[in-house]
């Protein structure tokens, strides 16, 4: 599957990482081009599956889980099997928010959002660390939460070069 992306998909993929719920017209306006061609290039980035989906972000202080943490869980055996038992109970815990499988001390760090402090340990004590797997859980509160979740494009990786200014001087000699 061909990903490479131009200035225009990036533009695009900006505004609706911003604004999901933006009108074509006014998406073709904001990057500067035709209404059709940016209908075309939507698509496409969605055939190419660039783009995969779109979502309604909800406040969970909104909805009365105010109270947001990472926990760090061990696993045991380091299996493929365990772990898949482990992400499959994780993503039915309705207080779970998100799920990464980790390198480190920790197999996974689990985002989940809780009512209080009373919610969040009856959740650690009696839900994850009941698993026969789990081994471990650390949990931290979130303080609060800062995220990006526009994609951008990459800037060019600079890498310094191995060769000492001595070196190179003598290599500009005849």
């Known amino acids: 599957?061909?990903?490479?992306?131009?200035?225009?998909?990036?533009?695009?993929?900006?505004?609706?990482?911003?604004?999901?719920?933006?009108?074509?017209?006014?998406?073709?306006?904001?990057?500067?081009?035709?209404?059709?061609?940016?209908?075309?290039?939507?698509?496409?980035?969605?055939?190419?599956?660039?783009?995969?989906?779109?979502?309604?972000?909800?406040?969970?202080?909104?909805?009365?889980?105010?109270?947001?943490?990472?926990?760090?869980?061990?696993?045991?055996?380091?299996t493929r099997e365990v772990f898949a038992r482990f992400v499959d109970f994780a993503l039915d815990v309705s207080e779970v928010r998100a799920l990464f499988h980790v390198s480190g001390e920790a197999d996974f760090l689990v985002h989940v959002a809780c009512v209080d402090t009373r919610h969040l340990q009856q959740l650690v004590l009696d839900v994850v660390q009941t698993r026969k797997e789990v081994v471990a859980v650390h949990s931290s509160i979130v303080y609060e939460q800062v995220r990006r979740d526009a994609l951008r494009p990459p800037e060019p990786v600079r890498t310094p070069s191995l060769i000492t200014p001595r070196a190179q001087a003598r290599r500009k000699r005849p």
Do not use: F
């Open 1 to 78: 599957m061909d990903t490479r992306l131009d200035a225009i998909d990036w533009a695009i993929l900006e505004r609706l990482q911003d604004d999901a719920t933006i009108q074509n017209k006014e998406l073709a306006a904001q990057v500067g081009i035709a209404p059709s061609t940016c209908l075309d290039r939507v698509r496409r980035l969605r055939d190419r599956q660039v783009i995969v989906g779109y979502h309604a972000e909800v406040s969970p202080e909104a909805v009365g889980l105010a109270l947001q943490a990472i926990l760090a869980v061990q696993v045991r055996p380091h």
